[in-house]
Structures are given as structure tokens and as C-alpha cells.
């Protein structure tokens, strides 16, 4: 009996596991734009609805916020981030605070550096996706700005330039 329910409970963990390692997954490994030092690495897992994305950003100024958000195009070529476009918005929507309202579907909620400079990131979203669909961020920009989010100006949020910058793939 023992035995049985162990080789039952094995199989079920396996089976999780398996549909977790099947999720659409994405990561964006930042690189600082010219004259900063900001750098990271942020992974987007496809969860039924929404996006679970985790991560770890350095080099940011320490006990600060700043802006984070997913743009319209994933090119860092340039020296300042600005190649990126603007912030991802297929729905045409005002900018906003991320899930507060309406906003970008790229308004991500704003990262938060401890007293070393490092922001964690963990977070749910159901405004982008991985992989298919108009909110598909696969191939995207993503963007950290030197600057908090006031989550009103229009259209950028007012969180000035940007210190680091990735391809979403």
C-alpha cells in the first residue's frame, strides 16, 4: 500500500514538473547602455493566463526605484536604449501603473534597489504573454530607466533615460 501511494504521488510530481518545463519561457539578459553600469537577467514563464517574471537587476542606485518596462522593439544597438521605441502598447491605452487600471501592457511594476544597488524581481502579469498572441513579448525591448515611474505622464511615465536594455527571446 505504501508503496503504491509513493509510486502514485511520484508520478503526479513528475507530471507537474513536466507541464512546468512545457511552459512558453522567455529571458532578457540586460546589458548597461553607454556610461552606466546596470546589468541583469529576467526570465518570463507562461502560466495559463499570466506571466510569472523573476530576475535580479545590479548596478542600480541603492534604496531607489526605477522604471521598468517592455518596448516596442528589440534593438539595443543604439548607445542609449532609445532604439527600442516606445513602451510596448498593441491595445492603444494610456500609460499607467501596472495592474492598477488601464496602462501599457509593457508597464511593468517599477523595480526597487536595496542599500547594495540589487533589485529582485518576482512578479505575476497578466497583461504580456510569452510566445503568442498580440501581447506577446518575445522579441521585444526590455528597458530599466535611472528614474522612478510616476505612472501619469503621458506617454513614458517621466522615468528619464535608460540604464540598461535587452531582446526579450
Known sequence: ???TLFLIAT???LGACASMSGSPRA???????????????VSFVQSGSKVLVSGEVRGLK???EHGFHVHEKGDCSSGDGMSTG??????????????MGMHHAGDLP?????????????????TIAVGSGV???VGKGLIVHRDPDDYKTQPTGNA???LACAVIS
Do not use: C, W, Y
Open 135 to 137: 501581447t506577446n513579448i
Open 110 to 126: 517599477s523595480l526597487k534597489a536595496d542599500a547594495n544597488g540589487v533589485a529582485k524581481i518576482s512578479f505575476e502579469s497578466s
Open 86 to 99: 516606445g513602451h510596448f502598447n498593441p491595445a492603444g491605452g494610456p500609460h499607467g501603473n501596472h495592474g
Open 160 to 162: 528619464g533615460p535608460r
Open 27 to 41: 529571458t532578457a539578459k540586460l546589458q548597461s547602455t553607454t556610461g552606466n553600469t546596470t546589468s541583469g537577467s
Open 1 to 3: 500500500m505504501k508503496k
Open 11 to 13: 508520478a503526479a510530481l
Open 62 to 64: 541603492p534604496g531607489a
